[in-house]
């Protein structure tokens, strides 16, 4: 078995911003795991402000390489040693399920036969009032029942006229609507504002207050007249038994998976069950990634929550880049399709 990795900067096609700032590139790295002549390609990428395992580019470097070292003397993954670096487990994981596949189709399901597409929100970026508004108008004409908007950046109240632009257009019924204040709201101000965005029909809000504040959370989650759903809160929480004390304290009523950032496929799959032994829904994103990762995440999002996926996934970034990596991803209307006949497009 040989491994090697190689960096790569990408550009998004206009600055994606949110409360934490605005991305203009994003660097990923391609993991390429290669046994008997077959080849299986993964992607290790972090956000720089966010993941747990961010660090220098040298030291990110020098831990691929000593991951791919490992993998070469013993066929195998170390799973354990890489809980702390999800997005590495992550891209190595990848790479040895395309192995295994023999393709870009990682699972087997109807998705990976192109027979079912998985349905995804639109997802409105943090700008000025104006350009909100614009990139809202073009999700919803391009046929998304789903939106998402990124809030926390520009003024709250301007955010709120927004909000209520769409409900006085569309019912709750025609538009589901999300919002993600990326903890930009503080425990002093998230109720006052969670009470103002309740009357026009929300269906979550993520992350309203910063990680790491469990009692100001777990407050907001018995109180909050709007479900709310935890992303940030879940980065670097990576025991299972650390998992299920976060789960039990805070109870939300939904949890946002990110393999990059929640403990690749496997750490997932381990949130995934400890919430739904409490009751507490999910739903899977990308977290920037490139077409690499977003197709993994596809597949893996397909064979744990489908056949028949009808609750929508935030897996709606394939066109995020000017300069994304070519796979058998499609978006129609409001879902993401595999088209197994362009099975080997990726360059």
């Given at each position: 078995?040989?491994?090697?990795?190689?960096?790569?900067?990408?550009?998004?096609?206009?600055?994606?911003?949110?409360?934490?700032?605005?991305?203009?590139?994003?660097?990923?790295?391609?993991?390429?795991?290669?046994?008997?002549?077959?080849?299986?390609?993964?992607?290790?990428?972090?956000?720089?402000?966010?993941?747990?395992?961010?660090?220098?580019?040298?030291?990110?470097?020098?831990?691929?390489?000593?991951?791919?070292?490992?993998?070469?003397?013993?066929?195998?993954?170390?799973?354990?040693?890489?809980?702390?670096?999800?997005?590495?487990?992550?891209?190595?994981?990848?790479?040895?399920?395309?192995?295994?596949a023999g393709s870009t189709a990682?699972?087997?399901?109807?998705?990976?036969?192109?027979?079912?597409?998985?349905?995804?929100?639109?997802?409105?970026?943090?700008?000025?009032?104006?350009?909100?508004?614009?990139?809202?108008?073009?999700?919803?004409?391009?046929?998304?029942?789903?939106?998402?908007?990124?809030?926390?950046?520009?003024?709250?109240?301007?955010?709120?006229?927004?909000?209520?632009?769409?409900?006085?257009?569309?019912?709750?019924?025609?538009?589901?609507?999300?919002?993600?204040?990326?903890?930009?709201?503080?425990?002093?101000?998230?109720?006052?504002?969670?009470?103002?965005?309740?009357?026009?029909?929300?269906?979550?809000?993520?992350?309203?207050?910063?990680?790491?504040?469990?009692?100001?959370?777990?407050?907001?989650?018995?109180?909050?007249?709007?479900?709310?759903?935890?992303?940030?809160?879940?980065?670097?929480?990576?025991?299972?038994?650390?998992?299920?004390?976060?789960?039990?304290?805070?109870?939300?009523?939904?949890?946002?998976?990110?393999?990059?950032?929640?403990?690749?496929?496997?750490?997932?799959?381990?949130?995934?069950?400890?919430?739904?032994?409490?009751?507490?829904?999910?739903?899977?994103?990308?977290?920037?990634?490139?077409?690499?990762?977003?197709?993994?995440?596809?597949?893996?999002?397909?064979?744990?929550?489908?056949?028949?996926?009808?609750?929508?996934?935030?897996?709606?970034?394939?066109?995020?880049?000017?300069?994304?990596?070519?796979m058998p991803l499609e978006i129609?209307?409001?879902?993401?399709?595999?088209?197994?006949?362009?099975?080997?497009?990726?360059?």
């Open positions: 078995m040989k491994v090697h990795f190689e960096r790569r900067l990408l550009h998004f096609k206009q600055p994606a911003g949110t409360s934490r700032g605005v991305y203009t590139t994003h660097l990923s790295y391609y993991v390429s795991v290669e046994s008997d002549g077959r080849v299986g390609q993964g992607e290790c990428s972090v956000l720089p402000d966010l993941s747990c395992d961010a660090m220098p580019e040298a030291d990110y470097e020098a831990l691929l390489a000593d991951t791919a070292a490992y993998v070469e003397r013993h066929g195998t993954i170390p799973v354990e040693a890489l809980r702390p670096y999800p997005s590495v487990l992550f891209g190595f994981e990848t790479a040895f399920d395309e192995l295994a990682l699972s087997d399901t109807p998705f990976a036969r192109g027979e079912e597409g998985i349905p995804i929100n639109g997802l409105v970026w943090m700008g000025s009032f104006d350009e909100m508004y614009e990139r809202l108008e073009q999700k919803l004409k391009d046929g998304f029942h789903c939106v998402k908007l990124k809030i926390g950046a520009i003024d709250f109240d301007r955010e709120l006229e927004l909000v209520k632009h769409i409900r006085e257009r569309f019912s709750r019924d025609e538009v589901e609507l999300r919002v993600d204040a990326n903890g930009g709201f503080t425990p002093d101000n998230a109720m006052e504002r969670l009470r103002a965005l309740a009357p026009f029909g929300i269906h979550s809000i993520e992350q309203p207050i910063r990680q790491h504040q469990w009692d100001a959370m777990a407050r907001l989650c018995r109180l909050s007249p709007l479900p709310i759903a935890l992303d940030e809160e879940l980065i670097g929480v990576n025991s299972r038994d650390e998992k299920a004390r976060l789960l039990d304290t805070i109870r939300p009523a939904f949890i946002v998976l990110k393999p990059s950032l929640h403990g690749g496929i496997r750490g997932c799959r381990e949130w995934i069950a400890l919430a739904d032994e409490r009751g507490i829904g999910s739903w899977i994103t990308s977290a920037l990634e490139s077409n690499v990762g977003l197709n993994a995440i596809a597949h893996f999002c397909a064979s744990v929550y489908g056949p028949g996926i009808t609750f929508p996934q935030g897996l709606g970034t394939g066109l995020l880049y000017t300069d994304n990596i070519e129609r209307g409001d879902r993401l399709w595999y088209n197994p006949a362009k099975e080997g497009l990726k360059a």
